[in-house]
């Protein structure tokens, strides 16, 4: 049968949350706080409530072990389960007045024994402490201040905690794009993000989007970074994700409050069914990518065909994607087109590497060399302004300064004539 376990701690309160400042030892620390992936909550997005632990933790260790003035800061864990207790405690001396207010919200913590604790912030301390007592016990009997929140594992549990987790390191230690979508539950289009990849009938299926990098056996948790190796058979990323549904869903309900308050769930589920619908055609429009990746035997091929790499699906490419929502949200925003008639263009474009605009990103390599060509990223700008004059025109010199920009920077003619760019303008442009 578990014992109950006893922690000295003062009680506060701030904004909405109830907290308890303990003291541990070094060894208690170690033998009783765990990782969030230790306990299943780590694994997939929609469980995940912290950054998974990095390769900083050796020079951790290395400081307890042979710095004498070492001083690490408090450590933040969260607790579920142990049927928490406080017990306010007062203390009695022949003087009150010398007690007053020093034994204010003074008490015990008791749990039942059955209490899981794991680290929310300073998981990186935590596995320096853990290492640094196996090469020396002695550092066991030192001590750490402890700040213990309760957790909940329900879906509104994981809400509070991953905000907590992302309000502290704002104004810590920053955590960076993808560790903000996965984790952040005030940004509208991080939550829409996650709930694609969990919800869309193409998006959630396995290796569609890139989401982690790495996942090792000791809490490492890597987030996928914007680009996709050749060798991926991965659509996308999840950062490439959100960038892509915050450009499309510029005008979303959810969109319209630019406060750092979380919308509404209302306005969240309206802004889902319609951010959906408006992704499903994109993909269709681009090459009718998804019906394309799903027939395909092997999407790696799909994106870089072997010994033909230039006949690839331009839409296969992150950098791409990003481009093409970028001017899809431009035209819109303009009044140029309307959401159909974008669609239809994109629909009426070539999509292959090798042909306009796409040339435009794509370098053919001499003959020999293991690939048949490569992405040009540096010239992002470059289809940007391409695929502006192929999709919504507005003058006959826009038109030619981005053929011109075209033969400049890749040393040859641009592969369409002006004049069928010319067709595609508005009847009252220049």
């Not at 003035?69 to 306010?88: C, E, M, Q, T």
Request: with cysteine.
């Amino acid at each position: 049968m578990p014992s109950k376990t006893f922690v000295p701690a003062f009680e506060a309160k701030v904004g909405n949350w109830t907290y308890y400042s303990c003291l541990m030892s070094y060894a208690q620390v170690a033998r009783e706080i765990n990782f969030a992936h230790e306990l299943g909550g780590n694994r997939d997005l929609g469980t995940m409530i912290q950054r998974g632990v990095g390769d900083r933790t050796e020079k951790i260790t290395e400081y307890l072990l042979t710095n004498e003035n070492r001083f690490l800061g408090a450590l933040i864990i969260a607790v579920w389960g142990g049927d928490p207790k406080y017990h306010s405690v007062s203390m009695d001396a022949d003087d009150q007045a010398v007690l007053q207010g020093l034994d204010r919200n003074f008490g015990v913590l008791t749990f039942d024994g059955t209490q899981q604790f794991f680290a929310l912030d300073g998981q990186h301390r935590l596995k320096a402490i853990k290492e640094a007592i196996k090469q020396n016990p002695e550092l066991g009997r030192e001590d750490i201040n402890v700040i213990v929140v309760p957790h909940f594992d329900t879906e509104e549990g994981r809400q509070r905690t991953r905000r907590l987790f992302t309000n502290i390191n704002r104004n810590a230690k920053s955590t960076n794009l993808q560790e903000n979508i996965a984790l952040d539950e005030d940004d509208s289009f991080a939550i829409l993000t996650r709930r694609l990849l969990d919800e869309d009938d193409f998006l959630k299926r396995e290796k569609v989007v890139l989401v982690f990098s790495k996942v090792g056996q000791d809490g490492e948790l890597v987030l996928a970074q914007r680009s996709i190796n050749a060798s991926s058979p991965a659509w996308s990323t999840i950062g490439v994700l959100y960038d892509v549904a915050k450009e499309i869903g510029y005008d979303l309900p959810c969109a319209g409050d630019q406060s750092n308050q979380r919308a509404t769930d209302d306005l969240l589920d309206q802004s889902f069914e319609l951010l959906t619908v408006r992704l499903r055609e994109l993909l269709d429009a681009c090459g009718n990518l998804r019906q394309r990746y799903l027939a395909s035997v092997s999407p790696k091929d799909l994106r870089a065909p072997k010994g033909r790499d230039g006949a690839g699906h331009p839409f296969m490419r992150p950098a791409i994607q990003v481009q093409v929502a970028r001017v899809v949200r431009h035209i819109l925003e303009q009044g140029s087109l309307e959401w159909p008639e974008v669609t239809k263009r994109l629909s009426a474009l070539d999509w292959k590497m090798t042909s306009a605009p796409f040339s435009s990103m794509w370098i053919e390599t001499p003959e020999g060399t293991k690939t048949k060509g490569k992405m040009a990223s540096g010239n992002s700008q470059l289809l940007y302004d391409l695929l502006q004059v192929h999709l919504a025109p507005r003058s006959k010199a826009q038109i030619s300064r981005a053929l011109r920009a075209y033969a400049d920077v890749m040393k040859t003619k641009y592969p369409v004539q002006a004049e069928e760019l010319f067709a595609l303008l508005p009847v009252d442009a220049d």
